[in-house]
Nanobody
Framework: QVQLVESGGGLVEPGGSLRLSCAGS????????MGWYRQGAGKDRELVAF???????RYADFVKGRFTISRDNAKNTMTLQMNSLKPEDTAIYYC?????????WGQGTQVTVSS
């Protein structure tokens, strides 16, 4: 049974930083391209950044230069360092594979950017 667990969310003021973590259990994680997704209230889920098993990363334009994705295949973990946060970054953040796989989602972690 593959499981993903996200952590690290919270409340931060505009311009602040947060570091999200994703821990995967079971086989597959280290071989998958993994990504961070987010879903704001009343919005569709969107892909924020992804990283392949070799460490090559890509970012959505709306986070480029502010967020950094990384992974540790030996530990089955992935992180998202988020700097210069904006109110529009407020959302539930999820980790999953890219492309997504049925049932391969964690519970998400809430990020709220507000003064």
């Amino acid at each position: 049974q593959v499981q993903l667990v996200e952590s690290g969310g919270g409340l931060v003021e505009p311009g602040g930083s947060l570091r999200l973590s994703c821990a995967g259990s079971g086989s597959g994680f280290s071989g998958y391209t993994m990504g961070w997704y987010r879903q704001g209230a009343g919005k569709d889920r969107e892909l924020v950044a992804f990283i392949n098993r070799g460490g090559t990363a890509r970012y959505a334009d709306f986070v480029k230069g502010r967020f950094t994705i990384s992974r540790d295949n030996a530990k089955n973990t992935m992180t998202l360092q988020m700097n210069s946060l904006k109110p529009e970054d407020t959302a539930i953040y999820y980790c999953s594979s890219v492309p997504t796989r049925a049932g391969y989602w964690g519970q998400g972690t809430q990020v709220t950017v507000s003064s």
